[in-house]
């Protein structure tokens, strides 16, 4: 990716799938190789067509109108002056263009103050949430043991026999929640010898190489996973945990992930748009991160949790629920991960939690996915984008973000 | 087949695709074989579930609540009577079970006054059309005529230079609208040697088979297609005119069909759901049969073209554009094709005209799909079905289906 850099590898101008049929070279496909969806900077394009790239079923909305979402646009943002963790000025307006952010939405005491769509986004556009898939689910099994339908402290394998040679067999549901499990589980995405890898393969992300007989599902795959040090020792980052959650909450209730969620919160937030799931090759909802919905539908999702679970005149979900996720839980065990971007941080039902003087906690994604929350400063910035580091943690998507987000909350408490 | 009837296919009584994950051999690919989703009776479970399997592009609704459609449930219509074309005497209610209905809805002077899903189907769910699809770009590329946006008289070439050494050169829109161009294409679905096979492939609907260097999208297919006879000879039902009259009205426009859809259709009715077609593998929509859609909406569709385009409070294509096609064309181009159940019919612009007593006419898709409108009964039926037959035309599903629709209207009439 040396020469790219957001404006060369803006889509549009790009003219990637424009005409018909687009050029040949202009085409994306569901496949790797050169013009395939998974790679920089066709991502750039992919990120906000993941449904006519591959299988996906619908997150419905219902037939009501969409709850309002009022306009108080400001024209005081994009000036907002920061300073990056390494040190460098800028300001809001010169970190959205740099981190390849393909949309933004800023709301404030629940009105819209800030909104932009880049390159091949738009306001009706679902984009993949990647990784902010995990908060939905985390929310979903934090309800669900509220309510009594799962019981956190029990072992996995009471509700999913299946698991019972694997890893998660004495793991709690709260250790997976939290990701606190003992599991050989690299989710190191430049080591080509990760189990994400595998992962990516079993969810039907990757076109499996010529010759493979691995797990063809993600339910199969997880039965591979072995333990890998003890269960509570500490936080570490796997995508497998949420795949179990979620496995193990469509288990109990009997209902797929895209119907719970539809149910549960899409239908009760007045969402804007369907949403959608990518399936792995046996059907079942990717829940680790194959979340899409529009940029306005998640800024909702958070204004919701703003409101301890209040949106659109309901309660949603229970205040409780939500106030466990916004206290997080023990740093010590987060601290263990070593994120140098995220000092004093928690990990808590699959949402981070920061423990700041905004009291900000958030849902986050690879390549620049965000919903982030701060209850001090009744704000909540949404935000997609297609930068072409996958990780958050110690990157530069962290680096610059965290502080924007909060110089940006902070501009509008004054 | 021979061992399955409508009762032992029910997908629901089969177990397909149930529990987290489902059995292996419940569990319906994306690909052929016996698992395939394009096998009978797994079709069963697949129409109603395309999107799961493949990739998509979403015909948007937008963001009103959609428009109202009253039920009116009568309780006397399944016992209504009738003759098939073989003389059989029968009801409207074994008829439908017969057929292997997924789902109808009738409506009588704008209300729903019989509803019915079966197997795999429920109102929220889209189902595949087919070549009802066809109905709706011909809608489309009348409008556009009437608007002076194409010119019908003009030879295909004229706005689509690809085809200048295809069959379509010479054709005329209007020929290509009417399916009375001369082009060497089988539709025969049981001839493994018909052009339809390969325009599966093209169009990703079917996995090409080890080997294959044919085309790859459904406009480089397009191109190969010589010339068989004389354009404006008689009727053939032939796919590929909706294809190239789909591939013209995107170029003319530089609007994609889905948007067109929806900004022209879906908007404007006030659908329920969002729609979607299926993409081929370059991304374009597949026009000839990619439609999936709520039979609710199938059904204000209908309504819409019985109230000469008027529905929802305003006029949605001209009235004189759909008395152009309720009017139907010259029966004797009509006749050559030979269609033993529709004796007197015509077609215009992608449409089936009765020129019978209730002034019938309709939008057809193979495995029984189809919406009917009768003018003079006040009357639309939508259907989806999953037929293990393909063809209509001569098959068990017209000598049964249009005798039945008659005679449902006709006892509505009363």
């Given at each position: 990716?040396?020469n790219?850099?957001?404006?060369?590898?803006?889509?549009?101008?790009?003219?990637?799938?424009?005409?018909?049929?687009?050029?040949?070279?202009?085409?994306?496909?569901?496949?790797?190789?050169?013009?395939?969806?998974?790679?920089?900077p066709?991502?750039?394009?992919?990120?906000?067509?993941?449904?006519?790239?591959?299988?996906?079923?619908?997150?419905?909305?219902?037939?009501?109108?969409?709850?309002?979402?009022?306009?108080?646009l400001?024209?005081?943002i994009?000036?907002?002056?920061?300073?990056?963790?390494?040190?460098?000025?800028?300001?809001?307006?010169?970190?959205?263009?740099?981190?390849?952010?393909?949309?933004?939405?800023?709301?404030?005491?629940?009105?819209?103050?800030?909104?932009?769509?880049?390159?091949?986004?738009?306001?009706?556009?679902?984009?993949?949430?990647?990784?902010?898939?995990?908060?939905?689910?985390?929310?979903?099994?934090?309800?669900?043991?509220h309510?009594?339908?799962?019981?956190?402290?029990?072992?996995?394998?009471?509700?999913?026999?299946?698991?019972?040679?694997?890893?998660?067999?004495?793991?709690?549901?709260?250790?997976?929640m939290?990701?606190?499990?003992?599991?050989?589980?690299?989710?190191?995405?430049?080591?080509?010898?990760?189990?994400?890898?595998?992962?990516?393969?079993?969810?039907?992300?990757?076109?499996?190489?010529?010759?493979?007989?691995?797990?063809?599902?993600?339910?199969?795959?997880l039965?591979?996973?072995?333990?890998?040090?003890?269960?509570?020792?500490?936080?570490?980052?796997?995508?497998?945990?949420?795949?179990?959650?979620?496995?193990?909450?469509?288990?109990?209730?009997?209902?797929?992930?895209?119907q719970?969620?539809?149910?549960?919160?899409?239908?009760?937030?007045?969402?804007?748009?369907?949403?959608?799931?990518?399936?792995?090759?046996?059907?079942?909802?990717?829940?680790?991160?194959?979340?899409?919905l529009?940029?306005?539908?998640?800024?909702?999702?958070?204004?919701?949790?703003?409101?301890?679970?209040?949106?659109?005149?309901?309660?949603?979900?229970?205040?409780?629920?939500?106030?466990?996720?916004?206290?997080?839980?023990?740093?010590?065990?987060?601290?263990?991960?070593?994120?140098?971007?995220?000092?004093?941080?928690?990990?808590?039902?699959?949402?981070?939690?920061?423990?700041?003087?905004?009291?900000?906690?958030?849902?986050?994604?690879?390549?620049?996915?965000?919903?982030?929350?701060?209850?001090?400063?009744?704000?909540?910035?949404?935000?997609?984008?297609?930068h072409?580091?996958?990780?958050?943690?110690?990157?530069?998507?962290?680096?610059?973000s965290?502080p924007a987000?909060?110089?940006?909350?902070?501009?509008?408490?004054?």
């Open positions: 990716m040396s790219w850099n957001p404006q060369n590898s803006d889509p549009v101008t790009r003219g990637l799938m424009s005409g018909f049929p687009p050029a040949r070279d202009k085409t994306i496909r569901p496949e790797g190789g050169e013009l395939g969806g998974n790679s920089f066709n991502t750039r394009w992919a990120f906000s067509h993941q449904r006519e790239l591959k299988p996906t079923a619908t997150v419905r909305r219902g037939p009501a109108a969409p709850s309002a979402l009022p306009h108080k400001r024209d005081d994009d000036a907002v002056a920061f300073t990056t963790m390494e040190g460098e000025q800028t300001t809001w307006g010169a970190s959205i263009e740099a981190l390849y952010t393909d949309g933004i939405v800023i709301l404030h005491r629940g009105s819209i103050v800030y909104e932009t769509y880049r390159g091949a986004l738009s306001a009706d556009l679902p984009h993949i949430a990647f990784s902010v898939t995990k908060s939905f689910v985390g929310l979903i099994a934090a309800t669900l043991a309510e009594g339908v799962i019981d956190t402290a029990a072992p996995v394998a009471r509700y999913l026999p299946e698991l019972a040679k694997s890893a998660f067999a004495d793991a709690t549901v709260r250790q997976v939290d990701m606190t499990t003992g599991v050989k589980y690299s989710e190191n995405y430049t080591d080509p010898l990760a189990e994400v890898r595998t992962y990516g393969i079993a969810a039907g992300y990757s076109k499996p190489p010529e010759g493979y007989t691995g797990p063809d599902s993600i339910a199969s795959f039965a591979t996973l072995p333990k890998q040090g003890e269960h509570g020792a500490g936080f570490t980052y796997k995508t497998c945990n949420t795949e179990v959650l979620a496995w193990l909450i469509q288990r109990v209730t009997g209902k797929p992930m895209p719970l969620i539809s149910e549960r919160i899409w239908q009760k937030l007045g969402m804007e748009e369907d949403g959608y799931l990518h399936v792995d090759p046996v059907g079942m909802a990717a829940c680790g991160g194959g979340l899409n529009s940029l306005r539908d998640l800024a909702r999702f958070g204004e919701m949790m703003r409101n301890r679970g209040q949106y659109n005149g309901q309660q949603i979900v229970p205040a409780t629920v939500v106030d466990d996720i916004a206290g997080g839980a023990r740093k010590e065990d987060f601290a263990k991960a070593g994120y140098a971007t995220m000092p004093g941080w928690s990990y808590r039902s699959q949402w981070w939690v920061s423990h700041d003087d905004l009291n900000a906690y958030t849902a986050r994604g690879i390549h620049g996915q965000v919903c982030w929350i701060a209850p001090k400063a009744e704000v909540v910035i949404a935000r997609f984008a297609s072409p580091v996958a990780a958050n943690g110690n990157s530069i998507l962290d680096k610059v965290l987000y909060a110089a940006v909350a902070k501009h509008l408490m004054r």
